[in-house]
């Protein structure tokens, strides 16, 4: 099993950009696909990018699709996803997950953060 830490949030303005972490402990990281997802209020948990234990496949929702880059370094057990351009829909709890596939929907994954708070506004 794994442990996630998520890191990074904050406030910003539209925009603005944002590199969220996650850090695992545990397990063995190198083996986990890890996904970030989102959760604004009174609206259901969305995928938003994952990527496969090595790295090689990434996969982004539409919806930040060409602004956002979700990265990793399984020596410093941390994933990373870079948002650039930021707009007031992005404002929402965001989660990282690790699991044994990295596919968009959340019952894919076995572990989860708790989340770090992203808000976007003017």
């Known amino acids: 099993q794994v442990q996630l830490v998520e890191s990074g949030g904050g406030l910003v303005q539209p925009g603005g950009s944002l590199r969220l972490s996650c850090a695992a402990s545990g397990g063995t990281f190198s083996s986990y696909g890890v996904g970030w997802f989102r959760q604004a209020p009174g609206k259901e948990r969305e995928f938003v990018a994952s990527i496969s234990p090595t790295g090689i496949n990434r996969y982004y929702a539409d919806s930040v699709k060409g602004r956002g880059t979700i990265s990793r370094d399984n020596a410093k057990n941390t994933v990373y996803l870079q948002m650039n351009s930021l707009q007031l829909e992005d404002t929402a709890l965001y989660y990282c997950?690790?699991?044994?596939?990295?596919?968009?929907?959340?019952?894919?994954?076995?572990?989860w953060g708790r989340g770090t708070q992203v808000t976007v506004s003017s």
């Open positions: 997950a690790a699991g044994s596939s990295w596919r968009p929907t959340p019952t894919q994954y076995d572990y």
